[in-house]
């Protein structure tokens, strides 16, 4: 059996017995059940930090090296320049459809809930904790945020939110290195490669395990929630759905079929296990081992340019958050009865787009951003609790669709 067909192999039978369970086997009548899920939620969190501790040693290995690479052949600027020009036409592409896909269908539109038990969920409090801390900041420090005092402390918090701060350490150091050595057989150059290499065979452990971790993590997912994260805002979800189907199906064909030339239907084959894999982990950042190892092994793409853009586009290329970004605060100001002209549907979901780069490329990632941009619209900062109910799910979905933007 093929990985990507153990990977999905372990996704359906979490997703099935998960919600087995949920309906036959409720922990309060099977005690026996905490027990098993504990295993599972085990399993998931080995893997997952099999993959997360192998993460900056690989984003840094491969963003020295490639810079390096680009810079001494001096294809670092037109590979820079390219990426972003092809980054903002997608996440353009992909804002555009969230406005008129939420305008047509209207899923916010007479919807009734209880606002007084919203604003004291427990999760949204956490949500408007991290907001608060994030909004007290004047512009600048933003900007001053991305140059890391520490790289060493920045990269003991990427996972708070400070791996562009890696990233931007990488890059300079990565062109510093291109200028001061110009032989490619430099001890430390050879030694970076040796880190990436390594980088990649630890992936290789982290992928036997992979199907069982995944089953773990699924299993865990439906089990707490049953079905009914596949109903609740039903309407809202299916809208998202669509919207990063349109993008995938339509907007990524058309580029990689006129500027790519390739067929898009053989690219999406070539990438179905790490799709797969982006979909069960909800995490850009786990998944870009296996997208390098894809990129590099499968679609042959040049290491150097394979190496820059996708582990700059885990963070900076989020075509599927921005599109839930979108969708979102569009949604939430229909249930909430906020008239947003055409005009300020476009900077809404402009804002969208420019918070969804840079966000944490983990499970969640892009909430506290979609509640910065609810409140300059006058949403309610509570009302992302609506959502939270198939969050999980969409973000499972708007991962694939970021991971699929950096390969594309």
Request: positive net charge.
């Amino acid at each position: 059996m093929k990985q990507y067909q153990k990977l999905l192999l372990g996704f359906c039978l979490g997703l099935v017995f998960g919600l087995v369970a949920y309906y036959a086997l409720p922990m309060k009548d099977y005690p026996f059940m905490k027990q098993f899920s504990e295993v599972c939620q085990f399993a998931g969190a080995v893997f997952l930090r099999t993959i997360f501790m192998i993460v900056i040693p690989l984003l840094l290995s491969a963003l020295m090296l490639g810079v390096f690479e680009l810079a001494q052949g001096r294809g670092l600027g037109k590979i820079a320049s390219r990426s972003i020009g092809y980054t903002v036409a997608l996440s353009f592409c992909a804002v555009m459809i969230s406005i008129v896909l939420t305008n047509f269908v209207q899923p916010g539109k007479g919807m009734e809930f209880d606002k007084v038990s919203l604003a004291s969920n427990a999760s949204v409090l956490k949500i408007q904790g991290n907001v608060a801390a994030t909004a007290d900041k004047v512009w600048f420090q933003y900007i001053v945020d991305l140059i890391p005092q520490n790289p060493v402390e920045s990269m003991t918090k990427a996972f708070q939110g400070e791996i562009i701060a890696v990233m931007v350490f990488a890059l300079i150091f990565g062109y510093a290195l291109s200028l001061v050595v110009k032989e490619k057989d430099n001890a430390f150059v050879s030694f970076m490669q040796t880190v990436f290499d390594t980088s990649v065979k630890v992936v290789d452990f982290a992928m036997k395990v992979a199907p069982y971790g995944i089953f773990g993590i699924v299993f865990n997912t439906a089990y707490k929630l049953g079905a009914g994260f596949l109903q609740n805002v039903a309407m809202y979800a299916a809208v998202v759905v669509v919207g990063l189907l349109i993008q995938q199906l339509v907007v990524y064909s058309v580029f990689l079929k006129v500027f790519g030339k390739v067929s898009p239907w053989k690219f999406f084959n070539q990438c179905r296990e790490v799709y797969v894999y982006a979909f069960s982990t909800a995490s850009s950042n786990a998944t870009l081992p296996v997208a390098l190892e894809a990129a590099e092994r499968v679609l042959k793409i040049p290491p150097k340019i394979a190496r820059f853009v996708l582990t700059i586009g885990a963070s900076a290329n989020q075509n599927g958050s921005a599109l839930f970004e979108g969708v979102t605060v569009l949604f939430l100001a229909q249930v909430y009865g906020i008239d947003l002209s055409f005009g300020s549907q476009v900077l809404v979901v402009l804002m969208a787009m420019m918070a969804s780069i840079g966000t944490a490329g983990v499970p969640g990632g892009a909430l506290p951003l979609v509640v910065i941009v609810m409140m300059q619209v006058g949403i309610p900062a509570e009302g992302i609790g609506i959502v939270l109910g198939v969050d999980r799910l969409l973000d499972m979905c708007r991962t694939t669709l970021n991971v699929s933007g950096d390969l594309v």
